[in-house]
């Protein structure tokens, strides 16, 4: 609660950049890791662009926009039906149509690569127990404490994000979303799976679509899990570059333009705080990109502190 408002929408703002500029090499269909630097636009970037990939993700950002602006308002099956999962439907087709094709065929590695079973003794074969017998080795221990103190503070800032961003303006229990979390992650350990916090992107995804409760998370974990028993075949066959289309979307809702000129407009005493913040999570990490901006927040605090102290004089 003590976190200053303009840090939290830095947070925002700067998730929604990174989101765009991670999914750069896979909205053009290039495979490689590709940091935030010059090697966005090297030379071997443009040369491994995949013609496929690019025409199919414009055309993912063509039916994104125009859903958006133009059919969502024409008639209710436009609200029903969203325009990502048209994009996805479109992609898959593309996929299905041009394989073969040299010049616009996607290669695999720009497909989703999920794990194909043939029954559920080859989905459960993906499970991994846990080795029980290094609980006493100190390093476990550290390890998970780390884990569970960074997990839980950044779940805390979404949380708060999330709240700002819901239209509603509800206030999310705190207690019982740590204390799902933690159950999650300890079940999510137990089969070999990563532990996980509350994330923007998807909160945010949710909201953007019209989602007003806490099911349409569950829904979505439902339908993964269903998506992946039944149809991971065609799962497989989605672009990467559709994806990152969608994603694109995503982030620029969470970083608008028009948000850094607002905040500028509320002076230096909000706006500092907001880019450095932005600009800490962009060059280093979430977490030390808020640490960052909070640090620069209470700087302007205790500034206005000295600046209106007074003292009181009493005479006898």
């Given at each position: 609660?003590?976190?200053?408002?303009?840090?939290?929408?830095?947070?925002?703002?700067?998730i929604g950049?990174?989101?765009?500029?991670?999914?750069?090499?896979?909205?053009?269909?290039?495979?490689?890791?590709?940091?935030?630097?010059?090697?966005?636009?090297?030379?071997?970037?443009?040369?491994?662009?995949?013609v496929?990939?690019?025409?199919?993700?414009?055309l993912?950002?063509?039916?994104?926009?125009v859903?958006?602006?133009?059919?969502?308002?024409?008639?209710?099956?436009?609200q029903?039906?969203?325009?990502?999962?048209?994009?996805?439907?479109?992609?898959?087709?593309?996929t299905?149509?041009?394989a073969?094709?040299?010049?616009?065929?996607?290669?695999?590695?720009?497909?989703?690569?999920?794990?194909?079973?043939?029954?559920?003794?080859?989905?459960?074969?993906?499970?991994?127990?846990?080795?029980?017998?290094?609980?006493?080795?100190?390093?476990?221990?550290?390890?998970?404490f780390t884990?569970a103190l960074?997990?839980?503070?950044?779940?805390?800032l979404?949380v708060?994000?999330?709240?700002?961003?819901?239209p509603?303006?509800?206030?999310?229990?705190?207690?019982?979303?740590?204390?799902?979390?933690?159950?999650?992650?300890?079940?999510?350990?137990?089969?070999?799976?990563l532990?996980?916090?509350?994330?923007?992107?998807?909160?945010?995804?949710n909201?953007?679509?019209?989602?007003?409760?806490?099911?349409?998370?569950?829904?979505?974990?439902?339908?993964l899990?269903?998506?992946?028993?039944?149809?991971p075949?065609?799962?497989?066959?989605i672009?990467?570059?559709?994806?990152?289309?969608?994603?694109?979307?995503?982030g620029?809702?969470?970083?608008?333009?028009?948000?850094?000129?607002?905040?500028?407009?509320?002076?230096?005493?909000q706006?500092?705080?907001?880019?450095?913040?932005?600009?800490?999570?962009?060059a280093t990490?979430?977490?030390?990109?808020?640490?960052?901006?909070?640090?620069?927040?209470?700087?302007?605090?205790?500034?206005?502190?000295?600046r209106?102290?007074?003292?009181?004089?009493?005479?006898?």
């Amino acid at each position: 609660y003590y976190f200053p408002s303009s840090v939290i929408k830095g947070m925002l703002t700067g998730i929604g950049l990174i989101i765009i500029i991670k999914q750069i090499p896979h909205f053009f269909g290039y495979d490689a890791t590709v940091r935030v630097n010059s090697q966005i636009f090297s030379s071997t970037f443009f040369e491994s662009i995949n013609v496929g990939a690019t025409l199919i993700a414009l055309l993912s950002i063509t039916i994104l926009l125009v859903w958006e602006k133009v059919l969502s308002k024409k008639g209710k099956i436009f609200q029903l039906v969203q325009g990502p999962i048209v994009a996805v439907v479109v992609g898959i087709i593309y996929t299905h149509f041009t394989a073969g094709n040299k010049t616009y065929e996607i290669p695999t590695k720009n497909l989703v690569n999920v794990p194909q079973s043939a029954d559920l003794t080859g989905l459960f074969s993906n499970f991994t127990f846990p080795n029980f017998s290094a609980i006493g080795q100190q390093e476990v221990w550290i390890f998970a404490f780390t884990i569970a103190l960074v997990a839980s503070l950044e779940t805390l800032l979404c949380v708060e994000a999330t709240d700002k961003l819901d239209p509603k303006k509800r206030i999310t229990p705190k207690n019982r979303e740590l204390i799902a979390q933690g159950v999650g992650n300890m079940l999510s350990g137990l089969i070999g799976g990563l532990p996980v916090t509350q994330v923007i992107v998807r909160s945010s995804a949710n909201i953007q679509s019209g989602g007003k409760t806490k099911i349409s998370a569950i829904l979505h974990g439902i339908l993964l899990l269903v998506s992946i028993l039944i149809i991971p075949g065609l799962l497989n066959k989605i672009p990467l570059s559709v994806l990152a289309a969608i994603l694109f979307v995503v982030g620029y809702k969470l970083a608008k333009p028009k948000l850094f000129k607002s905040m500028y407009q509320l002076g230096w005493k909000q706006f500092l705080p907001f880019i450095t913040t932005v600009i800490g999570i962009i060059a280093t990490d979430l977490l030390m990109g808020i640490f960052m901006g909070l640090v620069v927040g209470i700087s302007f605090i205790l500034i206005d502190s000295y600046r209106n102290s007074h003292a009181l004089v009493v005479k006898n």
